[in-house]
């Protein structure tokens, strides 16, 4: 079971450019994150998807968009990269129930490093 | 000041020691409180997952949770080498986002 899969593993860009960070889960859950982890802030949520068809912006969604592209699939778009976005991405899935969370399963991250 | 705090660490203990890891937090909405254990470039993975005040063990980990002290804490009983990892709390109140601490950094040495 493959869980949560991220690609790119890793990907370095120059400022400026754009890039799209895919997502994809086959637990079935109807809710997906996209988290940022930098040394000594944590794991910080920038965008998520309680269930296909809605996103809404988390603690840092500057920067960045996101697809629901099916209940599957959630993608992050950085559309003019910035050094401040170098940071690890990682997207989790869960299963809501009466608006709450379960656990989330997170994949094994992508490292973006903006020169 | 952050909703959540956590000690970054790094903790070191030798194999065998009794291993407490803590959070505290602001929100008195917080209600579901849980531990992630982090290996270095993986992903976060559950390890505790409670709900309220109280108690509850899997084999060598315990999780209690303080809400009148807005309180939490994972005590990891005979650690070994294999628990060298970052440990994560992460809570959440009705809402559908969960909010992590910074993590806390553990090696057990042999």
């Known amino acids: 079971n493959a869980g949560v899969t991220q690609t790119p593993k890793f990907q370095v860009l120059k400022t400026g450019q754009s890039m799209t960070l895919q997502c994809a889960q086959d637990m079935n859950h109807n809710s997906m994150y996209w988290y940022r982890q930098d040394p000594g802030m944590g794991l910080r949520l920038i965008y998520y998807s309680a269930s296909e068809g809605t996103t809404d912006k988390g603690e840092v969604p500057n920067g960045y968009n996101v697809s629901r592209l099916n209940k599957r699939e959630f993608s992050l778009r950085l559309e003019s990269a910035a050094p401040s976005q170098t940071s690890v991405y990682f997207c989790?899935?869960?299963?809501?129930?009466?608006?709450?969370?379960?656990?989330?399963?997170f994949g094994e991250g992508s490292r973006l490093t903006v020169l | 000041q952050k909703e959540v705090e956590q000690d970054p660490g790094p903790l070191s203990v030798p194999e065998g020691a009794i291993v407490s890891l803590n959070c505290t937090y602001s929100n008195s909405a917080f209600q579901y409180f849980m531990w992630y254990r982090q290996y270095s470039r993986k992903g976060p993975e559950l390890l505790m997952y409670?709900?309220?005040?109280g108690n509850k063990e899997d084999g060598r980990f315990t999780a209690q949770v303080d809400k009148s002290s807005k309180y939490i804490s994972l005590f990891i009983r005979d650690s070994q080498p294999s628990d060298s990892a970052t440990y994560l709390c992460?809570?959440?109140?009705?809402?559908?986002?969960?909010?992590f601490g910074t993590g806390t950094r553990l090696q057990v040495t042999l």
């Open positions: 992460a809570m959440s109140g009705t809402a559908s986002k969960l909010t």
């Open positions: 989790a899935s869960s299963l809501m129930d009466r608006g709450r969370t379960g656990e989330l399963f």
């Open positions: 409670t709900y309220s005040s």
